[in-house]
Structures are given as C-alpha cells and as structure tokens.
C-alpha cells in the first residue's frame, strides 16, 4: 500500500483528469479504491476547488442566483464574486454550493462597461452555445474577464463535452487575448478523447469609449475568432483523417487485395515491396 | 455493498486521459497494492514498448506476455533481455508456431503499416488441448511536420483445438494517438483506445492451419475496427464537438425554446 502522501496526490491527479460530466463517477472509484472515507474526504477538497475553477463550474442557489466559478472571480479563499447581482458568494467545492452572501461592490470605473459587454455576451451565448452560460469580470486594472462554458452531457449514448472561452479585454485598449478549449469524451467499448487548446491574440476593429460601442466591438471580434477557429478544427480534422490516420495503417494493402495467408509462406518481401 | 476494486480500476481507466495510461497504471498499482498488480497489467492495455533484440539485431516489441520477472523475451532468438536463468519458454510445438506465426504477420504488418513492428508471443494453458496468443503490431508516425500519430494493436487470441476444427477467441484492443500542432490551429489530441471481441470455429488441417486461422480473424477484425476508429474518431468526436458551439446564430433554437415554454 502507498503512504498518504502519495495516495493523497494519486487522489488529486485523477480528480483532475475526470472528464467532463464524470467527475462524480471517478470520485465513485476513487472512493472504493482508496477505502479510506476519512482521507479521502481530506483528500479531494483542493482538488476539487482546482477541477471546478478549470471547468468553469456554474453554481445555482435555490433563490435563482447563478455564479460561475473561475480564477478571475475569486477574491479569497473560497470565496467568488457574482458581479452581476453584485454579491459574493462562500463555495464549497465538495457539495458545489453556495452560501453566506455578501454585497460586493464593482469598481466604478469599469462598472457600465462591464455590465454592457455581459448583456452582449449574454446574447452571443445564447446564439452560439444553447444551454451555455457565460460571465463578465472585472480583473485588475481595467480590464474585463469574459467567461463562457457550454457543457454536454450524454451519458446514456457514453459521451460528454465541454467547451470552455476565456477573453481578456481592457477599456481603452484594443488588444483582445483569449484561450478557447475544448473536451470531448466517448466511451462506448472504449476510451477515445479529444482534448483542444488554443491561444489567440487580437484586435479591436474599433476602440470606443462608449459602453454599449465597445461592447459590441469586442463581442464582433471574439465572434469572428471563434468561429474562424470552429472552422479551422474541422479543416485539421479532414486534413489529420487524410494523412496522419491514412500513414499509420493502410485500409488494404497495396495490391488492393486482403493477404492471401495459405500462400504468406511465400511471400517475398523484397519482390513484393519493390513494385511500390 | 462492496464494489471489486478490479472493476473500480477498469472504470477509472476509461475515464482518466488516454495519453497518461502507463503513468496512470502505476498510480493506480500503487494504490491498489500487489495483489491486483497482475491481473490490472494484464487488463489493462498500454501502448507497447519497443526494444532491439541483442541476439538477432531486429527490433520487437514488449508487453505483460512476454516478461518474466524485469527480462523480456525476443520473439525473434527466443531468448529473453536481460538473460533469466529459468525464465518461461514455449513448448517445441508452440515456438514452431510462433515461429511461423512471427514471420507470416511480419509480412502483414509490411503490406498493411508499410513499415513499424510486430512480435507474435504464444503460451501453454492449464487446459490440454487450448493455446494462446497475442499479436502485437506498432507503428508510430513522427516526422518532422506537425503531426504525430501512434498506431498499437494489441489482439489475444485464445484456441480450443477439437480435431479437425478449432474453435478461436479472438480479444482486440487498438491504441490510437493522433498529436496535432500547428500554429493556425493550437493543440489538438485525439486520443483512446477502442475494444472488440469475436469468435470463430474454422477446420484446421495441420498445425500451420492455425497461423492462417488466426491471420484472416485478425485480419477481418483490424479491417473493421479501423473503420470504427475512423468513424469515432473523425465522425463522433467531431459531431460532438460541433454541437458544442453551432456557427451560425441559433435564432430557430431560441424560437422553439420560446414557444415550448409558454404552456
């Protein structure tokens, strides 16, 4: 048996390899396979502080507030800001709750553009990721972190996805930098993953001091990103089918004929292969 | 109610990343102590390790079958790496056929993977009149593009003699890795693992049957989990990604959406 330490870290390395959708399946086996509830119950509350911030884990309470947890939102331990009701909220990682609210006051200075670029955010959202949710954050200074995840689950046909967008813009500048990620789990007789991660730096096409300007500025840029990079991963999809798959294993030999095993005794390879 | 810890791991295992299986293995080993070891090794596939044969010069590659102790056996001088005083041979019978088999699916991997390696391993059973086998076949993609790719078969075939026929259990893992990355597009991986199973009663005439036997399972089943892979792979994943983010603006969506929930 491993020492706690080790076990302790096994523990944090698989939760934050759980796919999307799984998380509580493979805390299932991680459960029974530590056999241990006490250190296990020590044992996942940072990594699932981790899992939730990476996956964008959206926390609804049961007065119908809505918080997205990331690392742009958090203004100490445990707690996240919900800049749109103007509250922070206590999470616990474990049981994906929300408690102790407290009033939160938005920098003024980035207070109307922040609130502007979430309501066009929120209506790309509800354009191109049907039953995503997406956020808008002051970061420091004055810039805006905008935040949207989509989740799919589908278990029962053994497949899950997620798609994760973060952008970084800032008033008066018109740098846009992002990371836009992508997982897809299938498991059905099998494991098969894909796992996407881009970075992008851009522009702007127009700076405007003008809340609902600007935000319409930024929403067209990430707009016209997203969707190029939607479009370039099916490209590399067709081109990685065409050559990388196509140069591991041929689908017939070159004969164009399945091998004749009552005569592969006689096979020469060198007269056989010299026709390529 | 207690769950096998056999089973938690083999969930866990199709879970966790396809590209960390062999570190993830001995995590998981670690934690579910020795004696699960060899039966998780076992079950669990992992991309094939390569090595040269010392005796012979050629390349072959390595697996749980054939390793005893920290020694793997070349298929190619029969002799295990490093040497092992007793370690685990074939009977005459069988390293005849392992012989044969080694060389015919020599000739299959050139036609069909132009170029990677294959090692062909058989073993005695408890059983009088049942052998068996895995075939192991590795071809990597690494050129200098942007492009990575690996291809593992790993197929374990089990045969019940009966007389003139024999009756073939054929087990089929295919390790697929596909590494893409190029400036324009970012990182992208496609990466698993993909299992079937079949069975067969085929005649055999002599010993040599079984070679020609086990080839054409083998070969019929790598035919069809190829155009498994490509469908999961390049249709599936995709499909499901595309769902992730529709192109256009999803007015007709919002719209539905809208009227079903006026009730």
Redesign the interface.
């Known amino acids: 048996?491993?020492d706690t330490a080790?076990?302790l870290a096994?523990i944090a390395?698989?939760v934050s390899?759980?796919?999307p959708g799984?998380l509580s399946?493979?805390l299932?086996?991680?459960r029974?396979?530590?056999?241990n509830d006490e250190l296990l119950q020590e044992g996942i509350v940072k990594p699932f502080a981790e899992y939730n911030i990476n996956s964008l884990l959206v926390i609804r309470s049961e007065s119908g507030e809505k918080l997205i947890v990331s690392k742009h939102n958090q203004i100490e331990d445990g707690r996240f800001v919900d800049f749109k009701s103007k509250q922070s909220f206590v999470v616990d990682h474990v049981a994906q709750a929300l408690s102790d609210p407290q009033p939160f006051e938005v920098n003024a200075e980035v207070a109307d553009h922040r609130a502007a670029l979430e309501s066009s955010v929120e209506a790309y959202t509800?354009?191109?990721?049907?039953n995503g949710d997406s956020a808008v954050f002051a970061g420091e200074g004055r810039s805006l972190v905008i935040v949207i995840v989509?989740n799919?689950f589908n278990p029962s046909n053994f497949?899950n996805?997620?798609?994760i967008s973060e952008w970084t813009v800032a008033l008066d500048s018109d740098l846009v930098s992002g990371e836009?990620k992508?997982h897809?789990?299938?498991?059905e007789?099998?494991?098969?993953?894909?796992?996407?991660?881009?970075?992008i730096n851009t522009q702007l096409s127009s700076i405007s001091s003008d809340p609902i300007e600007f935000a319409s500025a930024v929403v067209k840029t990430i707009l016209k990103a997203?969707?190029e990079?939607?479009?370039?991963?099916?490209v590399?999809?067709?081109?990685?089918?065409d050559?990388?798959?196509k140069?591991?294993?041929?689908?017939?030999?070159?004969?164009r004929t399945?091998?004749d095993?009552?005569s592969?005794?006689n096979?020469k390879?060198g007269a056989?292969?010299s026709n390529k | 109610m207690e769950v096998d810890p056999f089973d938690l791991s083999l969930d866990l295992m199709r879970r966790l990343s396809p590209q960390n299986t062999a570190s993830n293995l001995q995590r998981l080993v670690k934690l579910v102590g020795p004696d699960l070891e060899d039966e998780l090794l076992s079950a669990v596939d992992q991309p094939l390790q390569q090595a040269k044969c010392p005796v012979t010069g050629r390349d072959y590659l390595r697996c749980d079958y054939n390793r005893d102790e920290q020694s793997y056996r070349s298929p190619w001088s029969n002799e295990y790496d490093p040497p092992l005083a007793d370690g685990t041979h074939p009977s005459t019978r069988l390293r005849k056929l392992e012989v044969a088999a080694n060389d015919a699916f020599d000739v299959y991997r050139e036609l069909y993977y132009e170029g990677g390696i294959s090692s062909v391993y058989l073993w005695d059973t408890d059983e009088k009149d049942v052998f068996a086998g895995v075939i192991l076949i590795k071809k990597v993609n690494n050129n200098e593009t942007a492009d990575n790719g690996s291809w593992d078969s790993i197929h374990v075939v089990e045969v019940q003699e009966k007389g003139r026929a024999a009756h073939y259990k054929l087990t089929s893992t295919v390790i697929l890795q596909l590494l893409h990355g190029k400036q324009e597009i970012g990182e992208l991986n496609l990466s698993g693992n993909m299992t079937r199973q079949a069975e067969h009663d085929l005649p055999i005439e002599d010993q040599n049957s079984h070679v020609a036997n086990i080839g054409r399972i083998i070969e019929d089943m790598e035919l069809k989990m190829r155009n498994s892979l490509h469908e999961i792979y390049f249709g599936k994943t995709k499909d499901i990604a595309n769902d992730l983010r529709s192109k256009q603006a999803n007015i007709q969506a919002e719209l539905v959406g809208k009227l079903l929930s006026r009730k």
Do not use: C
């Open positions: 048996m491993s080790e076990t096994t390395h698989f390899e759980a796919p799984e399946e493979v299932n086996d991680i029974g396979l530590v056999n509800q354009d191109h990721y049907p989509n799919k497949w996805g997620r798609w836009l992508a897809v789990h299938y498991y007789d099998g494991n098969v993953q894909l796992k996407t991660v881009k970075h997203e969707t990079y939607q479009l370039a991963v099916n590399t999809y067709g081109q990685i089918s050559t990388t798959f140069s591991l294993r041929r689908a017939l030999p070159i004969t399945k091998l095993w009552n592969v005794a096979y390879i056989e292969l």
